[in-house]
């Protein structure tokens, strides 16, 4: 482990290289951390500030303004490129929860909450890189992976939680980018109604993510419950409070198995992984899963099923 000061209000490292992205004031920079040596430099306007900023794969970083996205690459020469306009959806006294983009780098997200009437609202706004065309979404959070069915076709995925007004919170799960006519046909399933505790009805979700390694989305929520959901059915596998603090901010294990996360307040790091040698028994003591325990023991080859 090396420990270096660093004179920058923000930074962020890139997930699988020794590449920091620093920002200081107006200035934005990248240093490979081994080599000591800076990578690139850009100076943003006087008027602009980042509302939020992630790696969005292993070579760019996104970031998000009041009006606009962008992309800027750690390779080359090139600046900050803009992506696309913030859709007038997004309300300006609003706050930007996250950026993502598609591991094939086509389908663009951005989610954000603000303030309504009745309590939190939440907005996305979903892109289209080829078409160059956005869609407003009512919801809280969203996500893409890659999956491979019984056809051993790999599909892009997107899942999302929407809310709309006076309805019940739903997970969609489908798959983006294909044509309808093409080979497999386009994977979609039925929306799902997310069933929230009874001392949680003013609850929602921060974040969503997909345990790649299993194909199981992961959900957490602003009172710190989690829900696991496997990608392929829709259907709900686990749902437990394991915090009673926010997670303000969470992320993939690099191995696929499951997430990390920092509680706000305490700055509790936490680790969600799921027990390969425990899943399938679980849901068969359910009672009523046994059907979604045979199918996750055939397909990911898991002990329990006998």
Not at 12 to 21: F, T
Not at 126 to 144: A, E, N
Not at 220 to 235: A, C, M, N, V, W
Request: charged share 20%; hydrophobic share 40%.
């Amino acid at each position: 482990m090396q420990q270096r000061p660093i004179g920058a209000e923000a930074a962020i490292m890139n997930p699988s290289s020794p590449v920091i992205a620093l920002r200081g004031g107006q200035t934005l920079q990248m240093f490979n951390t081994e080599a000591k040596a800076k990578l690139k430099s850009f100076k943003l306007s006087d008027s602009t500030k980042i509302l939020c900023w992630h790696w969005i794969n292993d070579r760019t970083v996104g970031y998000v303004t009041k009006t606009s996205v962008y992309h800027w690459s750690m390779d080359g020469t090139e600046d900050p490129k803009k992506m696309f306009d913030v859709h007038s959806s997004f309300p300006e006294n609003g706050q930007i929860l996250n950026y993502c983009a598609s591991d094939d780098g086509k389908w663009l997200l951005l989610v954000g909450i603000s303030r309504g009437a009745s309590g939190v609202v939440g907005n996305m706004q979903l892109y289209s890189v080829d078409k160059k065309v956005s869609q407003p979404l009512q919801g809280f959070s969203g996500c893409f992976t890659t999956i491979k069915r019984s056809d051993g076709i790999a599909r892009n995925m997107f899942s999302f939680i929407e809310k709309k007004e006076n309805s019940p919170f739903k997970l969609y799960i489908m798959e983006v980018g294909k044509d309808k006519n093409a080979e497999g046909g386009v994977f979609k399933l039925p929306p799902r109604d997310i069933p929230f505790p009874a001392d949680a009805q003013d609850d929602f979700p921060v974040s969503l993510l997909a345990a790649r390694s299993y194909d199981i989305l992961h959900l957490i929520t602003k009172k710190g419950y989690l829900y696991l959901f496997d990608i392929h059915s829709g259907q709900m596998i686990f749902c437990n409070r394991i915090t009673t603090d926010t997670v303000f901010v969470s992320a993939p294990t690099s191995d696929g198995t499951g997430v990390v996360g920092v509680t706000a307040g305490k700055g509790q790091v936490l680790q969600i992984a799921i027990n390969p040698n425990s899943l399938v028994p679980y849901l068969v003591s359910q009672g009523n899963q046994s059907q979604l325990a045979m199918q996750l023991a055939a397909r990911l080859n898991l002990p329990g099923a006998g």
